[in-house]
């Protein structure tokens, strides 16, 4: 009886470990996936990590120094579909919008930025239908 108990909750143990992997996002993945996509003559800068934690956050941001007359390129990987209705907006020191990767309804894997001001930039990372909010990401540079 107590060999039963034990295998009961071994495998019982076994399948919640399991469930728990399956559900995880391995954006660390994604983002290294991203830096071989970066276009010709960009140089990798950074890589960033695209989680929604299981759908609990809304969105993901990052800040970066943008240097002008540099020109910035950034990159989506996700699985399915090429960015699976993940979004990335790029933002001015003063949050203005200056490029997105979601142009008339299409979602493109990447967005270009030539800059004109030095400054912070705000990275934003939305799910616009994504079904699974995980992904990542890749900056990079070229003068």
Do not use: H, W
């Not at 108990?5 to 399991?18: D, K, N, R």
């Amino acid at each position: 009886m107590k060999k039963i108990i034990f295998l009961f909750t071994l495998l019982l143990m076994a399948g919640v470990t399991s469930s728990e992997l399956i559900g995880q996002c391995d954006s660390e993945n994604f983002s290294n996936a991203c830096i071989p996509k970066l276009a010709s003559g960009f140089n990798f800068l950074k890589s960033y990590k695209i989680d929604s934690e299981d759908g609990s956050r809304a969105k993901v941001e990052y800040s970066y120094v943008f240097t002008k007359g540099t020109q910035y390129m950034i990159n989506i990987c996700a699985t399915g579909t090429e960015t699976d209705g993940i979004v990335v907006t790029l933002f001015d020191a003063g949050r203005n919008k200056v490029a997105t990767s979601k142009i008339n309804g299409q979602f493109i894997s990447a967005i270009a930025y030539p800059c004109n001001a030095t400054g912070i930039y705000y990275i934003q990372y939305t799910f616009d239908g994504s079904a699974s909010k995980c992904g990542g990401s890749a900056l990079g540079f070229k003068r």
